[in-house]
């Protein structure tokens, strides 16, 4: 085995691909579930109402809404990041984040 | 978007580009940012970025795959995350002073250093190169997605590589 075979096969070892743990999963698939269905309950009403009246029949009221929903999505994301970068200070994360990704290199390995 | 139809249709998509690439955006995101805390939130708004601008990206793309899409835009919010902290991820990913002693047979000791010492080196490196080792090897990506994804051509991308296993190759051996 060549020097670069040998480090591109640590290389797959080290970088193996990490499973999102699951608190993760339902976060996310609650928040696009709600997206979606908001999306498609105003899409509807605007279908609806649009329908008698011809003004508005080349509004893009679905785009707005839906980028509106998740606009303000990442709005809220970002608030909750920010709040917890001020109980972390710079060395605490810095850290934490190694001791995390320690932690889980330990369990891949004795997988 | 015109209709409830293709509104229904365009979150099936999604919902189908979600579940494939879950676990790639939140690879990326872990390996790129070092901790699982980040790593979630950046998964998290990488997927609400996407759905607001999924039905653009789906009709632009021409058939071709989104996954580099979904990694370019976690890249991008990961970025933007350091500017504001106004710092790089500097060690993230060197656990090597952390790891407890290792269990186990002897080769597997050594494997297991070997690693410690590839992660050191993989957070060593420029981060053009550090990401695109990660999209390589953490993702399974090929030259063409993560070229995509860098926005860069495949050429560079090949070259881009190529320097990064190289450079990594001299620092551990450098180390030996």
Partial sequence: MSDAERVER??????????????????????????TEAAAEELAEWELAAMSDPRNWVRPAAAVVVGGMAAGGLVLVRARQHQRRRQTGGLRALEKSVRDVA????????? | MENVADKQRLDRDFTELYRAHLRDVYSYSY????????????TEQTFLQAYRHFDR???????????????????????NLYRDRSR?????????????????????????????EVL????????????????????GMDNREIARALGRSEGATKVLLHRAVKQLEESLEADE
Avoid: C
Avoid at chain 1, 14 to 21: E, S
Avoid at chain 2, 60 to 77: D, Q, V
């Fill in chain 2, 120 to 139: 050191a080196g993989v957070s060593k490196l420029p981060g053009d190169r550090r990401e695109a080792l990660i999209m390589r090897f953490a993702l």
């Fill in chain 1, 103 to 111: 932690g889980d290199f330990e369990k891949r390995l004795r997988r």
């Fill in chain 1, 10 to 35: 640590l290389l797959r070892m080290a970088l193996a691909p990490v499973d999102p743990p699951e608190r993760l999963t339902d976060r996310l698939e609650r928040g696009l579930s709600e997206l």
């Fill in chain 2, 31 to 42: 390996y790129r940012i070092g901790n699982h805390h980040d790593a979630e939130d950046l």
């Fill in chain 2, 88 to 116: 790089r991820p500097v060690t993230q990913l060197d656990d090597a002073a952390v790891l407890s002693a290792p269990q186990g047979t002897e080769q597997m000791v050594e494997e297991r250093e070997e690693v410690k």
């Fill in chain 2, 57 to 79: 990206a789906q009709r632009e793309s021409n058939g071709r795959p989104l996954r580099p899409w979904l990694i370019r835009i976690a890249h991008n919010l990961a970025a």
